[in-house]
């Protein structure tokens, strides 16, 4: 086979990969054909790496061999990491992908130089300032979603006009560097400078805000790539990197609307600090309490059930205990369905992935809008560790820094009962009226626990009828 031939054969290999990859993009969309997806998105990967390891210009593979050592190593163990821990798994992929990236890129420019065109400078200049503030603001929204990191906002007097200001200076780097490529002394103050603004970019936003922030990192990490692929003249690199980086800007787009929020208020709102409540108000309020017997009977009794989970299910690792609950009471004829609402959790779909794990029944899983109007004709809505998406506050309190935010109607069901370890305020900080209504029973305890105990229960008394 001559070098013609095979740049064909490599051409054609390309060519099916990204097709693979758009294909994998639509597929992952719904539940039903997610792990089409998934292996779509895996073959296009390795028929890619394949065909670019087969690159006439290659002559040497051992640095190649050794690194893809290196990277199985530390990529084998992430991939076998609990399901509760897979939002910071995913942030350090965003924060590998955004680092190599920026490596390359760096290589590249000191490999070039001093013949460096203008215009590579200015794709390597974005393309190292994107991988890099990606790198550590993956790093940092990482250390967050794992607790090694305070929850709550970050913040202080000016944070916005200094993290900005940072931004600005990495951008005047660039430029002078793009109008001289030959000053090497000022590439590596932009590569530190662009750092730092990662650090400064996530620091102040709060754990309510995580999952959109790992989706607009997963964006850039993407965006990143792309550049990457002009500044390597990698097309198959250019398509990914932009689906990739196009795809989780529309999914960041459409999770701030389901908050009714904008780019701005999630990057620089600082959202998440605990929000102060009246104590006379507090003492005036009852809350009520229920046993594990005393919520088996109610949904005993009930047609339709709701279940409404959130990140305290994933944290109880309940999911598994949730199917025992919905295949028992699905045997006595009750109606089970889960409201999902799309920034449950700590990622994008989180909680259809922990449902999925469980087997949940795909057309179980329903969608906010859809379901939202059926909860006046559901006799038990069922929360398992859900706080801020459940806040009848967006609707009703205009003080509310959360008001406006589409909510999971869950207050207007016969009977809400909410399993949570306590009173605390979820991820937004704020506090929710829902558990001091007349209908709402509140179910103390870890969620794997109570809703265990509660399936025990209906069991007990199925074999007593």
């Not at 179910?443 to 794997?448: H, R, S, Y």
Request: net charge neutral; proline share 5%; hydrophobic share 50%.
């Amino acid at each position: 086979m001559n070098l013609v031939e095979l740049q064909q054969y490599l051409d054609f290999a390309f060519i099916i990969a990204v097709v693979l990859f758009i294909l994998a993009i639509k597929w992952l969309s719904s539940p039903a054909t997610a792990r089409r997806g998934v292996l779509a998105g895996e073959i296009a990967a390795a028929l890619a790496v394949a065909a670019t390891l087969c690159n006439p210009e290659l002559v040497q593979f051992k640095w190649i061999i050794i690194t893809l050592i290196i990277g199985a190593a530390i990529g084998i163990p992430l991939g076998m990491v609990k399901m509760t821990a897979v939002p910071q798994r995913t942030a350090l992929s965003h924060a590998f992908g955004a680092l190599s990236a920026a490596i390359i890129g760096i290589a590249e420019y000191y490999v070039g130089v001093p013949r460096v065109t203008r215009f590579e400078m200015g794709e390597i200049a974005l393309e190292v300032i994107i991988g890099s503030l990606t790198f550590t603001g993956s790093l940092i929204a990482a250390g967050k979603l794992q607790e090694i990191l305070p929850q709550r906002p970050i913040t202080y007097r000016g944070q916005n006009i200094v993290s900005l200001s940072v931004l600005s200076a990495a951008l005047v780097l660039a430029v002078i560097l793009v109008v001289n490529p030959n000053q090497a002394y000022l590439f590596p103050a932009m590569v530190v400078v662009a750092l730092f603004f990662g650090i400064l970019l996530v620091t102040p936003i709060g754990g309510a805000d995580m999952p959109t922030v790992i989706s607009l990192l997963n964006s850039y990490a993407g965006f990143s790539a792309a550049l990457l692929g002009f500044v390597l003249n990698s097309k198959v690199l250019v398509v990914a990197g932009a689906l990739d980086g196009s795809s989780g800007f529309v999914l960041s787009v459409i999770m701030c609307k389901a908050m009714n929020r904008s780019f701005a208020n999630v990057m620089f709102g600082a959202f998440g600090q605990v929000q102060a409540s009246s104590s006379a108000v507090q003492e005036d309020r009852v809350v009520r309490s229920a046993t594990p017997e005393e919520a088996a009977s109610i949904l005993e009794a009930a047609s339709r059930v709701v279940v409404v989970p959130g990140y305290g299910m994933a944290v109880a690792q309940a999911q598994h205990k949730v199917r025992e609950l919905y295949d028992t009471l699905t045997k006595r004829g009750v109606d089970v369905r889960f409201a999902i609402h799309p920034v449950a959790g700590r990622m994008p779909g989180h909680m259809n992935v922990l449902l999925a794990e469980a087997d949940i029944p795909y057309d179980r899983l329903i969608e906010m809008d859809e379901i939202n109007g059926d909860f006046p004709q559901t006799d038990v809505a069922l929360i398992i560790g859900a706080n801020d998406v459940t806040n009848p506050a967006a609707r009703t309190d205009k003080s509310s820094p959360i008001y406006g935010m589409p909510i999971l109607d869950v207050d207007k069901a016969h009977t809400v009962m909410v399993i949570k370890r306590s009173m605390n305020p979820g991820f937004a900080g704020i506090d929710n009226p829902l558990y001091y209504m007349d209908q709402t029973l509140m179910l103390f305890g870890d969620a794997k626990g109570f809703v265990s105990n509660i399936v025990r229960e209906l069991t007990a008394a199925g074999v007593h009828a």
